[in-house]
């Protein structure tokens, strides 16, 4: 199994590889927390994020075979975490920004639970930033977009599987920005944020035209997708929902947007603006095993 430790900064097609896999091939990434492992005690402040070195992603992986056109399966077979994360507040950073003191709290972990202030609840790792590299200009780590990165979904985690759009050869796969545990919409701007290590399989789709990543569970599929404005970004996830709908069972846009009306949930990844220059959700819908998969 190769182990990936080397960092950037932002998803970029002219990133060096630091390693070369076959589809097929399992590996793990070791990653450092959004803020490069700098907040280390409740007296470290977060007073002024800069995007453009936050949330170091490890990689990037280039996958054999992989071209323009084709979609990256990346299976997320574990997430191991350190003993200790930090939660913090930064100026101007979501909704409750104007009413809060600059603060940092150091977060124990023990035996997969986290205290904060003495209350105690399981944790449950996910992966802030995932994705592939775009074809254009360089994305910066901290930023969403079409070909993943900064997602924040809380359902990108053990046990999932996880489609990338592969828009450079070799696909450009790099991951880091571990959560011990986030909820939906990611309030202050931050969850238990924490180092770890992040194993995987790689594996390829060939020809398959996927335009957002899409998220699959046990029970259901979801298109991840960002705008500046919610309406924009719930308008992109579900067309591209709809559109594989269409595609896997036959039906035509009316009958998969009735049936999405009422069998499919919008989700909010990360709300927490102004810090933040996008809105990122997720369309869900359950799996039907009387038709073909959504992708594949």
């Known amino acids: 199994m190769k182990i990936i430790e080397k960092c950037v900064y932002e998803f970029s097609k002219d990133n060096e590889p630091v390693a070369q896999v076959k589809p097929g091939e399992?590996?793990?990434f070791k990653t450092?927390?959004?803020?490069?492992?700098?907040?280390k005690t409740e007296e470290d402040l977060v007073l002024d994020m800069d995007y453009s070195v936050a949330n170091p992603a490890t990689g990037p992986v280039f996958v054999e075979g992989a071209e323009k056109g084709d979609v990256l399966v990346?299976?997320?077979?574990?997430?191991?975490?350190?003993?200790?994360?930090?939660i913090c507040t930064s100026r101007g950073c979501g909704p409750l920004s104007d009413d809060m003191e600059d603060r940092t709290r150091v977060v124990k972990i023990k035996?997969?639970?986290?205290?904060?202030?003495g209350?105690?609840?399981?944790i449950d790792p996910m992966i802030g930033v995932i994705g592939t590299a775009p074809?254009?200009?360089?994305?910066?780590?901290?930023?969403?977009?079409?070909?993943?990165?900064n997602m924040d979904s809380k359902i990108i985690k053990k046990g999932a599987r996880v489609y990338f759009p592969v828009r450079v050869a070799g696909a450009l796969l790099q991951m880091g920005d571990i959560h011990a545990t986030m909820g939906d919409s990611e309030l202050c701007g931050t969850g238990i944020e924490i180092k770890g290590e992040i194993t995987v399989k790689v594996s390829l789709i060939k020809n398959f035209e996927l335009n957002w990543p899409v998220t699959e569970t046990q029970t259901h599929w979801y298109v991840n997708a960002c705008a500046h404005e919610f309406p924009e970004a719930s308008k992109l996830a579900s067309k591209e929902l709809q559109r594989l709908i269409c595609n896997a069972y036959g039906w035509d846009k009316t009958d998969a947007y009735?049936?999405?009306?009422?069998?499919?949930?919008?989700?909010?990844?990360?709300?927490?603006?102004?810090?933040?220059?996008?809105?990122i959700l997720r369309f869900g819908t359950p799996k039907l095993t009387q038709f073909k998969p959504l992708i594949g």
Request: hydrophobic share 40%; net charge negative.
């Open 258 to 279: 009735l049936y999405m009306s009422v069998q499919s949930d919008l989700e909010i990844n990360q709300a927490c603006k102004p810090c933040h220059v996008e809105l």
């Open 32 to 39: 450092m927390d959004c803020f490069s492992n700098t907040i």
């Open 135 to 149: 074809d254009g200009e360089p994305v910066g780590d901290g930023f969403p977009g079409n070909h993943g990165g």
């Open 74 to 86: 990346v299976d997320i077979l574990d997430i191991q975490v350190a003993d200790q994360g930090v």
């Open 26 to 28: 399992i590996l793990a």
């Open 119 to 122: 209350v105690k609840f399981p």
């Open 111 to 117: 035996d997969g639970v986290a205290d904060f202030q």
